[in-house]
């Protein structure tokens, strides 16, 4: 497929750059004609659409023949995931200067994508996001990309729920390009690979944005492109079906069945944190990502979540078995970084800004379903159940971090000497080197451990290694 054999009026003389709209479907619903009528109506003059079916039960070549005669279709006898499906289009398309790699529930108004390239050639990016909107109600917003943490994990610029008023008008360079709707310039695209073909749904857009960024690609917003969502995926709407191996070239051996959304979220931002990370900076970030998976754990046990915390170990798990894949990404990641992790990091969001936007997020959400479900639908027992061991697991971890005055020195076995710890991760590294000015140089007691593990903690979540500990 060239970039203008399904362009509609568009002719190879055209002298507007070459768009190609790649659309993946799966079991479309109700929303399908709209979005493929919404491509079909747009006012750029050289823009193709090539539909990849990622086998639906029902074959949609008759919708797409009524909703949009010119579109190019691929039709695949299994379905390989969101991200492989989309990849399919660095094989089948030739000649495209940029790509719009779409849903299948989204509908551009008229001018969007033309506006998002002139957008593009005016900053000079590597991406443009669109703004995007609720279905049913434009003028709610659902995205405009954001920022990430070290950790891998979206900082929305979008509260949920936003109305627009116009507060997100101005064009901006971002971070992360959220996945619905994208354009991409089609060499970037084929540098950096298409999309990580492992991360079958959700989190493939975080991961490409890092290692465009990584790449020196710049991410910019276009507000006056506005693209309507209907999240069919994240609101239930869609039958999906497993998901099969990927293909030939796309990440060999790593297979997805459909599973629950917070466990596929969570083992590709654990992915991308682990890939994208240079050696100081990967220790540095795996031991954050730990200590944040202890606490999550403990938070969702807290409030009766017990499948997400499954969720966070399953990441580990499922990142551990397929390690030769991640080495082979982090190989093939190395040779297209031209930026720092220094440069890198001046962009990211803070870790403790993302965990209080989330916890923000989420007792919303809870006093949402509690006006409307009342305590009738509360799972008290649970609640009470999970408490308790939550509860019977803090102490339990006071207890071997050796806090004998938080408890009282009594009712604890006297097993040894508990060392008081210093105030400062750095002093309790001269502590465990004898150097600690009150002691003079050296000391002739035995010097505890539990300074230097305290001291690297603490260096590593940036907390005075009590907290640490």
């Given at each position: 497929m060239t970039a203008t054999e399904h362009s509609g009026e568009a002719t190879t003389e055209s002298v507007a750059p070459a768009v190609v709209a790649v659309v993946v479907t799966c079991n479309p619903g109700f929303w399908f004609e709209e979005s493929l009528a919404a491509l079909r109506d747009q006012d750029y003059p050289n823009l193709a659409v090539l539909v990849v079916d990622a086998a639906s039960v029902e074959d949609p070549l008759p919708r797409i023949a009524a909703a949009l005669?010119?579109?190019?279709?691929?039709?695949?006898?299994?379905?390989?995931?969101?991200?492989?499906?989309?990849?399919?289009?660095?094989?089948?398309?030739?000649?495209?200067?940029?790509?719009?790699?779409?849903?299948?529930?989204?509908?551009?108004?008229?001018?969007?994508?033309?506006?998002?390239?002139?957008?593009?050639?005016?900053?000079?990016?590597?991406?443009?996001?669109?703004?995007?909107?609720?279905?049913?109600?434009?003028?709610?917003?659902?995205?405009?990309?954001?920022?990430?943490?070290?950790?891998?994990?979206?900082?929305?610029?979008?509260?949920?729920?936003?109305?627009?008023?116009?507060?997100?008008?101005?064009?901006?360079?971002?971070?992360?390009?959220?996945?619905?709707?994208?354009?991409?310039?089609?060499?970037?695209?084929?540098?950096?690979?298409?999309?990580?073909?492992?991360?079958?749904?959700?989190?493939?857009?975080?991961?490409?944005?890092?290692?465009?960024?990584?790449?020196?690609?710049?991410?910019?917003?276009?507000?006056?492109?506005?693209?309507?969502?209907?999240?069919?995926?994240?609101?239930?709407?869609?039958?999906?079906?497993?998901?099969?191996?990927?293909?030939?070239?796309?990440?060999?051996?790593?297979?997805?069945?459909?599973?629950?959304?917070?466990?596929?979220?969570?083992?590709?931002?654990?992915?991308?944190?682990?890939?994208?990370?240079?050696?100081?900076?990967?220790?540095?970030?795996?031991?954050?990502?730990?200590?944040?998976?202890?606490?999550?754990?403990?938070?969702?046990?807290?409030?009766?979540?017990?499948?997400?915390?499954?969720?966070?170990?399953?990441?580990?798990?499922?990142?551990?078995?397929?390690?030769?894949?991640?080495?082979?990404?982090?190989?093939?990641?190395?040779?297209?970084?031209?930026?720092?992790?220094?440069?890198?990091?001046?962009?990211?969001?803070s870790t403790r800004s993302r965990l209080d936007g989330s916890i923000r997020r989420e007792w919303e959400l809870r006093r949402v379903r509690l006006n409307r479900e009342g305590w009738a639908g509360r799972d008290v027992v649970g609640v009470v159940r999970n408490l308790t061991f939550a509860v019977w697991m803090t102490v339990a971890v006071i207890w071997l971090a050796g806090s004998r005055s938080l408890l009282g020195s009594k009712p604890l076995p006297v097993v040894g000497r508990f060392t008081p710890l210093p105030d400062t991760p750095l002093d309790s590294l001269k502590h465990f080197l004898g150097i600690f000015p009150a002691q003079g140089f050296g000391t002739p007691d035995f010097t505890s451990p539990v300074h230097l593990v305290a001291a690297a903690i603490g260096a590593v979540v940036f907390t005075t290694p009590i907290l640490a500990l």
């Amino acid at each position: 497929m060239t970039a203008t054999e399904h362009s509609g009026e568009a002719t190879t003389e055209s002298v507007a750059p070459a768009v190609v709209a790649v659309v993946v479907t799966c079991n479309p619903g109700f929303w399908f004609e709209e979005s493929l009528a919404a491509l079909r109506d747009q006012d750029y003059p050289n823009l193709a659409v090539l539909v990849v079916d990622a086998a639906s039960v029902e074959d949609p070549l008759p919708r797409i023949a009524a909703a949009l005669p010119h579109a190019y279709v691929r039709r695949l006898s299994r379905n390989p995931g969101y991200a492989a499906a989309t990849n399919r289009a660095l094989r089948i398309v030739q000649g495209a200067s940029h790509f719009v790699l779409c849903h299948d529930d989204v509908a551009p108004a008229p001018d969007a994508i033309r506006k998002m390239l002139e957008e593009a050639y005016r900053q000079n990016a590597g991406i443009v996001v669109p703004k995007l909107v609720s279905w049913d109600d434009p003028n709610v917003l659902i995205s405009m990309g954001g920022t990430s943490d070290a950790t891998g994990a979206l900082i929305p610029a979008i509260e949920p729920g936003e109305v627009d008023q116009g507060q997100h008008d101005a064009p901006a360079e971002i971070f992360i390009a959220t996945g619905g709707c994208m354009l991409v310039r089609a060499d970037l695209f084929e540098i950096l690979g298409g999309f990580d073909a492992a991360m079958t749904l959700f989190g493939e857009d975080i991961d490409f944005s890092w290692r465009a960024q990584l790449a020196g690609a710049r991410i910019v917003t276009a507000p006056s492109a506005r693209v309507r969502h209907v999240e069919a995926a994240t609101n239930g709407m869609r039958v999906a079906l497993p998901m099969s191996d990927a293909g030939e070239g796309e990440s060999e051996g790593v297979t997805s069945p459909v599973i629950d959304e917070v466990v596929l979220r969570r083992r590709h931002r654990l992915r991308t944190a682990l890939k994208v990370r240079r050696r100081t900076g990967l220790l540095v970030t795996t031991g954050q990502l730990l200590l944040l998976t202890v606490a999550e754990t403990f938070y969702a046990l807290f409030t009766n979540r017990s499948g997400h915390a499954g969720a966070l170990l399953a990441a580990w798990v499922w990142n551990a078995t397929h390690w030769r894949d991640l080495l082979r990404a982090r190989s093939r990641l190395r040779q297209n970084r031209s930026v720092s992790d220094k440069v890198i990091n001046a962009r990211l969001g803070s870790t403790r800004s993302r965990l209080d936007g989330s916890i923000r997020r989420e007792w919303e959400l809870r006093r949402v379903r509690l006006n409307r479900e009342g305590w009738a639908g509360r799972d008290v027992v649970g609640v009470v159940r999970n408490l308790t061991f939550a509860v019977w697991m803090t102490v339990a971890v006071i207890w071997l971090a050796g806090s004998r005055s938080l408890l009282g020195s009594k009712p604890l076995p006297v097993v040894g000497r508990f060392t008081p710890l210093p105030d400062t991760p750095l002093d309790s590294l001269k502590h465990f080197l004898g150097i600690f000015p009150a002691q003079g140089f050296g000391t002739p007691d035995f010097t505890s451990p539990v300074h230097l593990v305290a001291a690297a903690i603490g260096a590593v979540v940036f907390t005075t290694p009590i907290l640490a500990l």
